[in-house]
């Protein structure tokens, strides 16, 4: 009975160390592998926008080797009479020039940086390209002075606002780099001035830099820039252009709005007082013209 008595006391011993290490073991799983947690929603992520893609920067490189400007000159120096000229890559500002010292009567020229004065001196309210000037105003003037080269119209805007030395223009051309300034002048009596093949490029330049402002009167005097209707130099894209004829006078000027700008600047004593555009002047200006456009254009 006894033995009966221990023995079932053993097994009811053994039956309880076996439940609490199965509990014990249950527990260790448990803690070392813990039940998965429900999944939580996942946050939302912003759509991306899309990344504007710049503007192709143009290569400050210099487009005109040593070579090139060699074959200029050789070009050059076939031609006959007194030639100035100046080319200028605008990305890089480099500049090719075939004697830029030499001179010229400015002929039509000089109503480049004339319309240029006029514009900025009607910023500034010195003046007001909106009143009459005889029967049209002074902008009614501008376009023809410059887009078909009216000196009717030049003359009238010299009448109103004389570009001279006594009203600040030629301090405004020196300020350009023109060689000459004191003797330029347009007035009511006319268009005076000696200048060279640089001080066009340079006025060009300067009409390059205010067109960039973007400003009313800039984009205004673009327009009939860009209006020009005459055909010296090759332009190889639409061109921003004033020439000038008169006797031993045949000059050019042209911003060149291609996909690399330039500006070329062409003044030579070719010109015939009864012939506006003598045919041989102005094929020997189509040569330079699309020379200098492979040279800049072509690399």
Same mark, same amino acid.
């Given at each position: 009975?006894?033995?009966?008595?221990?023995?079932?006391?053993?097994?009811?011993?053994?039956?309880?160390?076996?439940?609490?290490?199965?509990?014990?073991?249950?527990?260790?799983?448990?803690?070392?592998?813990?039940?998965?947690? %429900?999944?939580?929603?996942?946050?939302?992520?912003?759509?991306?926008?899309?990344?504007?893609?710049?503007?192709?920067?143009?290569?400050?490189?210099?487009?005109?080797?040593?070579?090139?400007?060699?074959?200029? !000159?050789?070009?050059?120096?076939?031609?006959?009479?007194?030639?100035?000229?100046?080319?200028?890559?605008?990305?890089?500002?480099?500049?090719?020039?075939?004697? %830029?010292?030499?001179?010229?009567?400015?002929?039509?020229?000089?109503?480049?940086?004339?319309?240029?004065?006029?514009?900025?001196?009607?910023?500034?309210?010195?003046?007001?390209?909106?009143?009459?000037?005889?029967?049209?105003?002074?902008?009614?003037?501008? @376009?023809?002075?410059?887009?078909?080269?009216?000196?009717?119209?030049?003359?009238?805007?010299?009448?109103?606002?004389?570009?001279?030395?006594?009203?600040?223009?030629?301090?405004?051309?020196?300020?350009?780099?023109?060689?000459?300034?004191?003797?330029?002048?347009?007035?009511?009596?006319?268009?005076?001035?000696?200048?060279?093949?640089? !001080?066009?490029?340079?006025?060009?330049?300067?009409?390059? !830099?205010?067109?960039?402002?973007?400003?009313?009167?800039?984009?205004?005097?673009?327009?009939?820039?860009?209006?020009? @209707?005459? @055909?010296?130099?090759?332009?190889?894209?639409?061109?921003?252009?004033?020439?000038?004829?008169?006797?031993?006078?045949?000059?050019?000027?042209?911003?060149?709005?291609?996909?690399?700008?330039?500006?070329?600047?062409?003044?030579? !004593?070719?010109?015939?007082? @009864?012939?506006?555009?003598?045919?041989?002047?102005?094929?020997?200006?189509?040569?330079?013209?699309?020379?200098?456009?492979?040279?800049?254009?072509?690399?």
């Amino acid at each position: 009975m006894v033995l009966v008595i221990v023995a079932a006391a053993r097994s009811m011993m053994r039956q309880a160390v076996g439940a609490a290490a199965s509990t014990s073991a249950s527990q260790s799983v448990s803690q070392a592998h813990p039940a998965p947690q %429900p999944e939580s929603e996942p946050e939302p992520t912003a759509t991306p926008q899309p990344t504007a893609t710049p503007e192709p920067e143009l290569s400050s490189e210099k487009p005109i080797t040593a070579a090139e400007a060699a074959e200029m !000159d050789t070009l050059l120096d076939s031609m006959p009479g007194s030639i100035s000229v100046w080319i200028q890559d605008i990305a890089s500002g480099q500049t090719y020039t075939y004697k %830029p010292d030499n001179g010229f009567y400015c002929a039509s020229t000089l109503k480049a940086p004339y319309a240029l004065w006029l514009c900025q001196r009607d910023e500034e309210g010195m003046i007001d390209l909106n009143a009459a000037v005889g029967s049209k105003t002074g902008w009614e003037l501008i @376009d023809p002075m410059i887009a078909h080269s009216s000196n009717g119209a030049a003359h009238d805007l010299g009448q109103m606002w004389p570009g001279s030395l006594e009203t600040g223009f030629s301090d405004f051309l020196a300020e350009l780099g023109f060689a000459s300034p004191e003797g330029c002048e347009v007035v009511e009596e006319g268009i005076h001035g000696w200048v060279t093949g640089a !001080d066009g490029g340079r006025a060009m330049r300067a009409l390059y !830099d205010y067109f960039e402002t973007g400003s009313e009167n800039a984009l205004k005097l673009q327009e009939s820039f860009l209006a020009a @209707d005459h @055909d010296l130099l090759y332009c190889p894209a639409p061109a921003a252009k004033k020439y000038g004829s008169w006797d031993q006078a045949l000059h050019d000027m042209a911003i060149v709005y291609a996909d690399r700008p330039y500006i070329i600047s062409m003044f030579t !004593d070719w010109g015939d007082e @009864d012939i506006s555009f003598p045919e041989e002047g102005r094929e020997r200006m189509q040569q330079v013209g699309k020379l200098a456009a492979e040279i800049i254009l072509d690399d």
